[in-house]
């Protein structure tokens, strides 16, 4: 009986169903969908439109699929411009790393608060050289440390012992536009160096400051006036020049300056900028990240090469268990002597990122410097002999790249629109009426269980015994 009852309910539910398509079919807007409905059709008429509508329906489903992923994978697009005359261009960062990164005032100080060795002690000449060699070395020129790699006592926070003897800024800066006056210290793959205009080396800073640091970098007009950048020093210092945007990359050359030699260094630049809209998409639509857009949580800037740095990080991990202090910022055991020493020996798999598989999104914001020109002159008489220069020299920029959104939201509305009424003669009222037809069954279908419920439940009340046995005597009298 159960059995039955269960069979006869789901044979209503499905007729039910059927009717209400049916009546759709006969009442929708949407093409086609009339004549698989309507009634003295053939049977293999119906069957022909139901093949046409699926096929128009399969339509719309594919091409509106097609526009999404559009929209959520490349709605943007990198044009080149030229109309530069009304253009602000971004003036190199410069990294200044001196070749001798000791300050002797500050090495005897830092020898004796670690091993309470003074000058007349007979250690005092080793430990010496082990603090120059660490303080001198760099990513890629670690072999000094074969000679201390067994010693104990040596193993000591590197990273400290570095930024305690790092010299003091000596540059003299000038400039067409006002530079930031404070270089500012930090930590890079060749050691402990000082930075200026870039906005993007606050987790490879040494001092980390709390003040609201600017978010652009230093930018000048183009006009007949040459952009230009003087930096005046008196002693062996390397110059990184490289994007504002951006840390020092230690595997491009620098430009090299001594007392008395002057470089005079054409720069050309390509600069690639982002509309306003482009910061709202995310990031895997718009394919590039901005510099306050950090891909760890530990992190509060993100630029290329950090990112190829933590790369390296995880490769120095693999290959000999630590981390060098170049990367302080990163967690994991920091490496002894020991372990920088091991580092040596995989140089050339550091610089090419060999064994790890290292994916770095573009920047949205990037400027790219390549020298044009370079020539160099020795000054021997006063009153230049006694100080280097590095003349930078920046040629206006004719193009740049921009990248700006073509497919945005109401594109993709269009697009759907389009192949609903391409296919299905369809509109938006058209839709609202499937939601309006589904909300009406569903309510028409509430009212009759409500109904039915109501029959169940209301039932006549039957009379008492005793009052159907005087009914029927009354009935008896009467015949």
């Known amino acids: 009986?159960?059995?039955?009852?269960?069979?006869?309910?789901?044979?209503?539910?499905?007729?039910?169903?059927?009717?209400?398509?049916?009546?759709?079919?006969l009442n929708t807007s949407i093409h086609g969908f009339y004549h698989i409905a309507a009634p003295g059709r053939h049977w293999t008429?119906?069957?022909?439109?139901?093949?046409?509508?699926?096929?128009?329906?399969?339509?719309?489903?594919?091409?509106?699929?097609?526009?999404?992923?559009?929209?959520?994978?490349?709605?943007?697009?990198?044009?080149?411009e030229k109309d530069f005359r009304t253009w602000r261009f971004n003036l190199p960062a410069v990294t200044a790393c001196d070749q001798d990164r000791v300050d002797p005032d500050k090495l005897e100080l830092a020898i004796k608060s670690r091993w309470n060795v003074g000058p007349d002690d007979g250690k005092y000449e080793y430990l010496k050289n082990f603090t120059k060699i660490v303080a001198n070395s760099d990513l890629y020129n670690l072999g000094g440390y074969e000679h201390f790699k067994d010693d104990q006592s040596l193993n000591v926070d590197l990273f400290e012992l570095a930024i305690e003897v790092m010299p003091e800024y000596r540059i003299k800066t000038d400039s067409l536009e006002t530079l930031?006056?404070?270089?500012?210290?930090?930590?890079?793959?060749?050691?402990?160096?000082?930075?200026?205009?870039?906005?993007?080396?606050?987790?490879?800073?040494?001092?980390?400051?709390?003040?609201?640091?600017?978010?652009?970098?230093?930018?000048?007009?183009?006009?007949?006036?040459?952009?230009?950048?003087?930096?005046?020093?008196?002693?062996?210092?390397?110059?990184?020049?490289?994007?504002?945007?951006?840390?020092?990359?230690?595997?491009?050359?620098?430009?090299?300056?001594?007392?008395?030699?002057?470089?005079?260094?054409?720069?050309?630049?390509?600069?690639?900028?982002?509309?306003?809209?482009?910061?709202?998409?995310?990031?895997?639509?718009?394919?590039?990240?901005?510099?306050d857009e950090p891909t760890k949580e530990s992190r509060k800037v993100y630029s290329t090469n950090m990112c190829r740095q933590d790369c390296r990080s995880r490769l120095a991990m693999q290959l000999c268990g630590c981390i060098p202090f170049y990367y302080f910022y990163n967690d994991g055991p920091k490496c002894t002597p020991k372990g920088m020493f091991c580092l040596s020996a995989h140089a050339h798999r550091l610089a090419i990122f060999n064994g790890v598989k290292c994916m770095c999104s573009q920047q949205c914001l990037d400027s790219i410097f390549r020298e044009f020109s370079k020539d160099q002159q020795v000054w021997n008489k006063a009153p230049f002999h006694d100080q280097?220069?590095?003349?930078?020299?920046?040629?206006?920029?004719?193009?740049?790249?921009?990248?700006?959104?073509?497919?945005?939201?109401?594109?993709?509305?269009?697009?759907?629109?389009?192949?609903?009424?391409?296919?299905?003669?369809?509109?938006?009222?058209?839709?609202?009426?499937?939601?309006?037809?589904?909300?009406?069954?569903?309510?028409?279908?509430?009212?009759?269980?409500?109904?039915?419920a109501t029959k169940v439940l209301v039932k006549k009340r039957s009379e008492p015994y005793e009052n159907q046995i005087k009914e029927l005597n009354n009935i008896l009298e009467r015949i």
């Open 180 to 291: 930031p006056t404070q270089w500012t210290p930090v930590m890079t793959e060749t050691g402990a160096c000082y930075t200026i205009n870039s906005i993007a080396i606050w987790d490879i800073s040494i001092e980390k400051s709390n003040r609201n640091d600017t978010t652009d970098p230093v930018s000048c007009k183009y006009s007949s006036q040459s952009c230009y950048i003087i930096l005046q020093c008196k002693n062996i210092i390397d110059f990184y020049v490289h994007s504002p945007y951006d840390v020092p990359n230690i595997m491009q050359p620098p430009y090299t300056t001594y007392p008395s030699l002057n470089v005079f260094t054409e720069l050309s630049t390509l600069e690639t900028r982002a509309e306003d809209g482009v910061r709202e998409l995310p990031p895997r639509s718009r394919h590039c990240l901005y510099a």
């Open 45 to 80: 008429e119906r069957v022909l439109w139901l093949v046409v509508t699926s096929i128009a329906v399969w339509g719309v489903v594919d091409i509106s699929l097609g526009q999404w992923q559009r929209y959520n994978e490349n709605p943007t697009v990198v044009t080149l």
């Open 388 to 452: 280097g220069t590095l003349r930078l020299k920046l040629r206006p920029p004719r193009e740049r790249y921009s990248r700006y959104i073509v497919f945005h939201l109401q594109d993709l509305i269009v697009s759907f629109g389009g192949a609903a009424g391409l296919f299905l003669g369809a509109s938006f009222i058209s839709f609202v009426e499937i939601i309006y037809f589904i909300l009406e069954c569903l309510l028409r279908f509430k009212s009759r269980g409500s109904r039915d």
């Open 1 to 25: 009986m159960n059995t039955y009852r269960r069979k006869s309910r789901i044979h209503k539910i499905i007729t039910s169903i059927i009717e209400n398509i049916k009546i759709y079919c």
